[in-house]
């Protein structure tokens, strides 16, 4: 009895971070440029009842197969999928989305690199270009005063307008792109770091190659799929409740076994 206990507790503990991680994906439907995450399991270890080649009782043939009892299960990982959003169009000059594969490259003010998807950039007061936290977007710009007008290609050139119709090439937008995107480390706030599992970035110019092109005046949506979400809450809680029944099952057993013994 205490093995289909101690069973269906992991299958409990296990359905509750299923259904945390899926309230997450569904809080965050409507953050821009969130990426879903998917919750990997993987079943715990085996008791053997009864190995291969076992001669059965009474002298009988050997047996050609195990018996094997399961532990339970458990979480053992979460992946983060980076299938691109919908572009929505915004109006605002300074709104980038990234159309295929790639990350904006900010650096914190200590010098360290993160990477995200998110393209709601502003001018701070030095007229640098920032992520709405203050992180300057990398390699830095600078906007003068004077621009009119801001224009962004497709393939990352920044150029301003002036009031008298002149225009000066500001700079180079770089993307990065890493072997295992799923690898890198979420820090919440839209920003991705590095690890040992995502590779080292790959600078590349927007358009070249595999990496994907900015569009200026838009803004990359959620890619969480509701329809999906609610059938996996829908799995989730009937999973728990038949786990909630197990335990219930175990203990009217263990009751029943009580009350021979009376």
């Given at each position: 009895?205490?093995?289909?206990?101690?069973?269906?507790?992991?299958?409990?503990?296990?359905?509750q971070?299923?259904?945390?991680?899926?309230?997450?994906?569904?809080?965050?439907?409507?953050?821009?440029?969130?990426?879903?995450?998917?919750a990997?399991?993987q079943?715990?270890?085996?008791?053997?009842?009864?190995t291969?080649?076992?001669?059965a009782?009474?002298?009988?043939?050997?047996?050609?197969h195990?018996?094997?009892?399961g532990?339970?299960?458990?979480?053992v990982?979460?992946?983060?999928?980076?299938?691109?959003?919908d572009l929505?169009?915004?109006?605002?000059?300074?709104?980038l989305?990234?159309?295929?594969?790639g990350?904006?490259?900010l650096?914190?003010?200590?010098?360290?690199?993160?990477?995200?998807?998110d393209?709601?950039?502003?001018?701070?007061?030095?007229?640098?270009i920032?992520?709405?936290?203050?992180?300057?977007?990398?390699?830095?710009?600078?906007?003068?005063?004077?621009?009119?007008?801001?224009?962004?290609?497709?393939?990352g050139?920044v150029?301003?307008?002036?009031?008298?119709g002149?225009e000066q090439?500001?700079?180079?937008?770089?993307?990065?792109?890493?072997?295992?995107?799923?690898?890198?480390?979420?820090?919440?706030?839209?920003?991705?770091?590095?690890?040992?599992?995502?590779?080292p970035?790959?600078?590349?110019?927007?358009?070249?190659?595999?990496?994907?092109?900015?569009l200026?005046?838009?803004?990359?949506?959620?890619?969480?799929?509701l329809?999906?979400?609610?059938?996996?809450?829908?799995?989730?809680q009937?999973?728990?409740?038949?786990?909630?029944k197990a335990?219930?099952?175990?203990?009217?057993?263990?009751?029943?076994?009580?009350?021979?013994?009376?």
């Open positions: 009895m205490e093995k289909i206990l101690r069973t269906a507790a992991t299958g409990l503990a296990a359905q971070r299923f259904v945390e991680l899926i309230a997450h994906n569904l809080a965050n439907v409507n953050t821009t440029a969130f990426k879903r995450v998917r990997e399991f079943d715990l270890l085996y008791e053997r009842l009864r291969l080649g076992s001669t009782p009474q002298g009988a043939m050997e047996s050609l195990e018996v094997q009892i532990s339970g299960t458990e979480l990982a979460t992946t983060r999928s980076f299938a691109q959003g929505q169009p915004t109006n605002n000059p300074l709104d989305a990234i159309n295929g594969e990350f904006f490259v650096r914190r003010p200590d010098g360290t690199l993160l990477y995200t998807r393209g709601a950039f502003r001018l701070d007061r030095t007229g640098r920032v992520s709405i936290h203050g992180y300057a977007l990398e390699p830095e710009l600078l906007v003068p005063e004077s621009a009119q007008q801001l224009r962004i290609s497709r393939d050139v150029t301003a307008q002036f009031a008298d002149s090439v500001l700079g180079q937008i770089q993307l990065a792109r890493f072997l295992n995107p799923a690898g890198l480390r979420a820090l919440g706030e839209n920003l991705y770091a590095e690890t040992i599992a995502s590779g970035p790959m600078l590349e110019t927007p358009g070249t190659g595999s990496m994907g092109e900015v200026q005046a838009h803004l990359e949506s959620s890619n969480v799929e329809v999906e979400e609610m059938v996996n809450l829908i799995m989730a009937r999973a728990y409740e038949l786990n909630a335990i219930r099952t175990a203990d009217e057993l263990l009751q029943t076994a009580v009350n021979l013994k009376s």
